[in-house]
C-alpha cells in the first residue's frame, strides 16, 4: 500500500512488527510512537471497538492438555489475507489462561 493511504503499514521502531502507519501506539509492543507529529496528541479521528472476544480455557480434570492460538482474517470473498500463528502452550490441571481478541477500526478522514 502506499504512504498515507488507508490500511498503509510500517514497522513498529521498538519491535518490528508490522503496523498500520496510522497507529499511535504500536498494539503489539504497546510502546508509543512519536513519529505522528505534535498533532498525534489531537487525534480526534473515531475509534470504535468493533469486535471483542473473550474466553477462558481451563486445564483438565487430570493430566495436561496443549494448546494453540491462531488467528485467520479472511476477505468479503472468503480469501485468506492473512494467518498466524500467535501463540502455543500447556495447561495442566488447575491452569488456566484467557484469550482476548479485539478488532479497533479508526475513522480515516
Excluded: K, W
Excluded at 510512537?33 to 473473550?54: K, V, W, Y
Excluded at 490441571?93 to 480515516?108: A, Y
Amino acid at each position: 500500500m502506499s504512504s498515507g493511504s488507508p490500511g498503509a503499514t510500517r514497522s513498529c521502531p521498538h519491535c518490528r512488527a508490522t503496523i498500520l502507519e496510522s497507529a499511535d501506539v504500536c498494539p503489539s509492543c504497546r510502546h508509543h510512537l512519536r513519529f505522528a507529529g505534535p498533532t498525534a496528541a489531537r487525534d480526534t479521528r473515531s475509534r470504535t471497538e468493533a469486535l471483542r472476544i473473550e474466553g477462558v480455557v481451563q486445564g483438565p480434570p487430570r493430566g495436561s492438555v496443549e494448546y494453540t492460538m491462531v488467528f485467520t482474517i479472511t476477505n468479503e470473498r472468503g480469501e485468506e489475507v492473512a494467518h498466524q500463528l500467535v501463540g502455543v502452550g500447556a495447561l495442566q490441571h488447575g491452569d488456566q489462561r484467557t484469550f482476548t481478541v479485539v478488532v479497533e477500526t479508526v475513522e480515516n478522514r
